[in-house]
């Protein structure tokens, strides 16, 4: 079954960095674009960027540009995303998911939208001096 | 970028109701619009994607409606489980943009 499996509860210092991992398993990592997604204490979901896993490709958001990097390794089915400069509106739980076309009306071969149809277990993130 | 506004931001209803929540966008998202389900201290679960395809094993007592910039998130009758804070999310440009969730509270 597909699964996502994230690292660990990391808690850093304001302006230190960040790298979470995202292990996938129970499909083929490099078609599908991992998506990292932040939820901060009573905020709305907050979309950071995504990779390609086959080939490296970015986007991120424009409010994490510069900041944010997204790398995966394609041997173990990992994507990473290290986030720099860390301040205390950070703080947050990551999240790691799948982004896919899905087929529309359940039909195969015709129309699809895109979706995040599988997500990580969170990685809470605390920014604290 | 694109702004998602849900209502009711909470919802309190009694199981068998029938519930609605509403997501409208700031601009056009055509039928790039997804619906998730988080419960508390969880991750979100995808229940509906482009706009109103149900995700094969979500209930069908969900329904999602919608094009453009108003869309809809139905539940039919109403079940003790489905306890849970709503999302949007539109696939359309970016950044991807969510709204800022209906939290669904059981009487």
């Known amino acids: 079954q597909v699964q996502l499996v994230q690292s660990g509860a990391e808690v850093k210092k304001p302006g230190a960095s960040v790298k979470v991992s995202c292990k996938a398993s129970g499909y083929p990592f490099a078609p599908y674009w991992i998506h990292w997604v932040r939820q901060a204490p009573g905020q709305r979901l907050e979309w950071i960027g995504w990779i390609n896993p086959s080939n490296g490709d970015t986007k991120f958001a424009q409010s994490f540009r510069g900041r944010v990097t997204m790398t995966r390794d394609t041997s173990i089915s990992t994507a990473y995303m290290d986030l720099r400069s860390l301040r205390s509106d950070d703080a947050a739980v990551y999240y790691c998911a799948r982004g896919k076309l899905l087929p529309i009306g359940g039909q195969i071969g015709g129309q699809t939208a895109p979706a995040l149809d599988y997500w990580g277990q969170g990685t809470l993130v605390s920014v604290s001096s | 970028d694109i702004q998602l506004t849900q209502s009711p931001s909470f919802l309190s209803a009694s199981v068998g109701d029938r519930v609605t929540i509403t997501c409208r966008a700031s601009q056009g998202v055509g039928n790039y619009l997804a619906w998730y389900q988080q419960e508390p201290g969880k991750a979100p679960k995808l229940l509906i994607y482009?706009?109103?395809t149900l995700l094969s094993g979500v209930p069908s007592r969900f329904t999602g409606s919608g094009s453009g910039t108003d869309f809809t998130l139905t539940i039919s009758s109403l079940q003790p489980e489905d306890s849970a804070t709503y999302h949007c999310q539109q696939l359309n440009s970016y950044p991807r943009t969510f709204g800022q969730g209906t939290k669904l509270e059981i009487k």
């Open positions: 482009g706009a109103s």
